[in-house]
């Protein structure tokens, strides 16, 4: 009997969960048990090629390439051939599972497998199965990293189908990017990918574009990307003009005090100037009265520069290296690269630390990394809690997930949660569990909410003469090697989030056998996903392992969301909660934060509705005039209806190029205009309601009468540009046109303190409930 016919880790409550929902047949979820005999087929025919030389392989499998594999025969072939090359080229013998996975997602599925369980090779194989097709296909990985390291590891697998490979990561100059595109399978990660195509939205030569048209992806950490950094805004921008005036701001709020010159609510979500404040900014900058008209723009940088001062924490929300301020992922746990924050805040914080202030941006323009997503004519991809995930996967891409069977049974035992009433009662018992572990040669793997959190508890654990090696945002370079040595025996390390890691941490013998890892929470997340990505560290492949979480009262997850009006019956002497009712308070508390995020999500995807839709009509338009000789004749004519010589003046061979480019830039200022509008706008838009109308349905309309707007300023400007030209003028500059002399692509990470309209509601809510937070109360 095969692996595939016998029923997995009966004991595990994970199956219990996948068996619950395929009975249920909850949306998003999907049998992949159908494609077990296909899969019993890939083995036979596999078995069959064992005896075959090298070469005979080799002719193999140049004739598989340029397949179609929508036949079951076919597939099967290629997979067998695939399998037998990956054994050979790669020392990687597929399997059962791993085939069952990549069947699946050839066949249009999203998988679910657990850490540990062989998701690179799956995407060796599906890369591989569906550029064979003629696709192009693009593997969207967690990190430049990990990009790198996969397509250099697959490259002798796919170059034996007759496949290139490449990968693109920060460092590459536009040719060599240009040319990665052009392979049959690049790795790289969606932002990377996103900021291509925002660069390709600038160029005004066509022979200057980077991405070809998105076709395929596959996509390793799936509701990662598509969940966690969805949202994410990826911008390009560039130079502006500086703001001299706000050079001396952090001077000024840095010596002022709370409750003195300033107010901070109790949650640390708002601060504001009082009296005092007020007057001691209007004595530095000479002026009467700072909320006079004239002042506003000064009024709002002070505002922004007391946010950074009071409210945005080192080691929490960013940390400093080599001289810049880099922003912490907090989904991830580890530095974000290339984000930054808007509004000025960025700027803020830059000066707050004494450090060099980047230059001010003009943002050109920008998309969600779900928008980069949905270009893909197909998608798949895996991940380890890509089933939590199932639901919003088919909401929002139509995609249907379903679950792959472990290789080896999970032996890990997995704890129940360990609740304390403090955050301080809940580390020493965390750091006492620790040293017995480690003490016993067990290795231990904690898990941090940040990177202050990691330090300190590090810290922690070495009054208690446990030495560990700390994995943050700080450390981000030494990641793999932290990673591998994690399982080493009596090892001890402490991390921020672990997903998208891509590394395994295999066990040694002595620590298999002093009980394996034990992968130990301090507090949960706001998302149950990853919880299960930290929990899944341990047991891999069949490996001895433990997990428990040890929280507390205190936890963000609880005090951010809700507020508890009683105490604890019963508590233990060290401050462990043994009320039942406590612990279905967190658990609560956990699914407010998902369905604010998930609310987040929705809200902010419908507000870029009519904003993609207008980017696709101006893209169309840009690319014509680019590609198609006859787009620039009709635009010409419709600048001038009524004076057939004009166009002909600007249709001539030696003045057709600068007309088009003059055209291209006053279609992106325009486009810019429009965003910058529209940025004001939804800053605003929430007091609608109190006008009794739809702040979404409001937004649209002027987004829409705006874009309306929008061609007849571009034809008008650029009729107006041209009308003026000389004869003699060959390039934009000789129009008196600039555009930026530099540019630089980031991502926009949502203020930590909030946008507006949070803080508005929280204003409103908090009135209405007279000043307090909302509660909740069990009987």
């Known amino acids: 009997m095969g692996r595939l016919e016998q029923l997995r880790d009966p004991s595990s409550w994970r199956r219990a969960v996948v068996l619950v929902r395929r009975f249920r047949q909850e949306p998003g979820t999907a049998n992949l048990r159908r494609f077990e005999?296909?899969?019993?087929?890939?083995?036979?025919?596999?078995?069959?090629?064992?005896?075959?030389?090298?070469?005979?392989?080799?002719?193999?499998?140049?004739?598989?390439?340029?397949?179609?594999?929508?036949?079951?025969?076919?597939?099967?072939?290629?997979?067998?051939?695939?399998?037998?090359?990956?054994?050979?080229?790669?020392?990687?013998?597929?399997?059962?599972?791993?085939?069952?996975?990549?069947?699946?997602?050839?066949?249009?599925?999203?998988?679910?497998?657990?850490?540990?369980?062989?998701?690179?090779?799956?995407?060796?194989?599906?890369?591989?199965?569906?550029?064979?097709?003629?696709?192009?296909?693009?593997?969207?990985?967690?990190?430049?990293?990990?990009?790198?390291?996969?397509?250099?590891?697959?490259?002798?697998?796919?170059?034996?189908?007759?496949?290139?490979?490449?990968?693109?990561?920060?460092?590459?100059?536009?040719?060599?990017?240009?040319?990665?595109?052009?392979?049959?399978?690049?790795?790289?990660?969606?932002?990377?990918?996103?900021?291509?195509?925002?660069?390709?939205?600038?160029?005004?030569?066509?022979?200057?574009?980077?991405?070809?048209?998105?076709?395929?992806?596959?996509?390793?950490?799936?509701?990662?990307?598509?969940?966690?950094?969805?949202?994410?805004?990826?911008?390009?921008?560039?130079?502006?003009?500086?703001?001299?005036?706000?050079?001396?701001?952090?001077?000024?709020?840095?010596?002022?005090?709370?409750?003195?010159?300033?107010?901070?609510?109790?949650?640390?979500?708002?601060?504001?100037?009082?009296?005092?404040?007020?007057?001691?900014?209007e004595e530095h900058f000479g002026v009467d009265d700072l909320y006079a008209k004239d002042h506003v723009e000064l009024l709002t940088a002070a505002h922004v520069a007391l946010h950074a001062h009071a409210l945005v924490d080192r080691d929490v929300h960013y940390i400093v290296a080599d001289g810049q301020v880099r922003l912490i992922n907090d989904a991830r746990g580890r530095v974000a690269d290339r984000q930054r924050w808007p509004d000025g805040l960025h700027a803020a914080i830059e000066r707050k630390e004494g450090i060099e202030v980047t230059a001010q941006a003009e943002v050109l323009d920008q998309m969600l990394v779900e928008t980069v997503a949905r270009g893909y004519r197909v998608i798949t991809g895996m991940s380890g809690t890509a089933l939590e995930a199932s639901e919003r996967l088919a909401e929002d891409l139509h995609l249907r997930t379903g679950t792959i069977p472990t290789n080896r049974p999970c032996v890990r035992v997995d704890e129940p949660d360990r609740l304390y009433l403090t955050a301080e009662q809940r580390d020493e018992a965390a750091a006492d569990r620790v040293h017995a572990a480690h003490a016993a040669g067990q290795p231990v793997l904690i898990g941090t909410a940040s990177v202050a959190d990691s330090e300190r508890f590090a810290g922690l654990l070495a009054g208690r003469g446990v030495d560990a090696v700390v994995l943050n945002a700080k450390h981000d370079a030494a990641e793999a090697e932290i990673i591998a040595r994690a399982g080493e025996h009596a090892a001890v390390t402490v991390s921020t989030q672990m997903a998208g890691r891509g590394v395994d941490i295999r066990l040694a013998s002595r620590a298999a056998e002093a009980g394996g890892l034990l992968v130990l929470g301090l507090g949960r997340y706001d998302s149950t996903r990853l919880d299960h990505q930290l929990r899944g560290r341990a047991g891999r492949q069949g490996d001895p392992g433990r997990s428990v979480f040890y929280t507390s009262l205190d936890d963000d997850v609880v005090t951010e969301h809700l507020v508890i009006g009683y105490h604890p019956r019963w508590v233990d002497p060290d401050g462990r909660v043994r009320d039942k009712r406590f612990r279905r308070i967190y658990e609560h508390a956990q699914r407010v934060a998902e369905g604010k995020l998930l609310q987040l999500h929705r809200t902010t995807r419908r507000y870029h509705t009519a904003t993609d839709q207008h980017r696709r009509v101006l893209l169309d338009t840009r690319d014509r005039l680019l590609a198609d000789p006859t787009a620039l004749d009709d635009y010409l004519a419709h600048l001038w209806p009524a004076d057939s010589d004009k166009p002909d003046t600007w249709t001539r061979p030696d003045r057709r190029t600068l007309a088009v480019e003059v055209a291209l830039y006053h279609l992106d200022r325009a486009w810019t205009r429009h965003l910058n509008l529209l940025a004001e706008v939804r800053e605003g838009i929430h007091l609608r309601v109190l006008g009794r109308q739809d702040p979404l349905e409001e937004f649209n309309l002027i987004a829409t009468d705006d874009f309306r707007a929008l061609a007849d300023k571009v034809t008008a400007a650029t009729r107006d540009t041209l009308d003026a030209a000389s004869e003699n003028a060959t390039t934009l500059a000789d129009l008196g046109l600039r555009r930026p002399s530099s540019t630089w692509t980031y991502m926009v990470a949502d203020n930590p303190f909030g946008s507006e309209a949070d803080r508005f509601f929280e204003f409103i809510g908090q009135a209405l409930r007279g000043g307090r937070p909302p509660a909740i109360s069990y009987t």
């Open 37 to 281: 005999p296909l899969v019993n087929i890939v083995l036979s025919e596999r078995a069959a090629l064992h005896g075959l030389g090298d070469e005979a392989l080799a002719e193999r499998a140049k004739s598989t390439a340029k397949a179609g594999l929508a036949d079951d025969g076919d597939l099967a072939r290629f997979l067998a051939v695939a399998s037998e090359v990956a054994r050979r080229r790669l020392g990687l013998d597929p399997f059962e599972v791993q085939l069952l996975a990549a069947v699946s997602m050839l066949r249009g599925r999203v998988v679910d497998m657990e850490t540990g369980e062989g998701k690179t090779l799956v995407g060796f194989l599906v890369a591989a199965g569906l550029a064979v097709t003629g696709r192009r296909v693009h593997v969207l990985s967690a990190n430049d990293y990990l990009a790198g390291r996969d397509a250099q590891a697959g490259a002798t697998l796919f170059a034996a189908f007759g496949l290139s490979c490449a990968a693109v990561v920060d460092g590459m100059d536009h040719a060599e990017r240009r040319a990665a595109y052009h392979g049959d399978v690049v790795y790289a990660t969606v932002h990377q990918v996103g900021f291509d195509l925002l660069r390709d939205r600038q160029r005004s030569a066509d022979a200057q574009r980077l991405v070809p048209e998105l076709d395929a992806a596959v996509i390793d950490e799936i509701d990662a990307v598509l969940l966690d950094d969805a949202m994410v805004p990826l911008v390009i921008a560039g130079d502006g003009d500086p703001r001299p005036e706000e050079a001396s701001l952090a001077g000024v709020v840095a010596v002022m005090t709370a409750g003195v010159e300033y107010e901070v609510d109790g949650e640390r979500r708002n601060v504001s100037f009082n009296e005092a404040g007020i007057a001691a900014l």
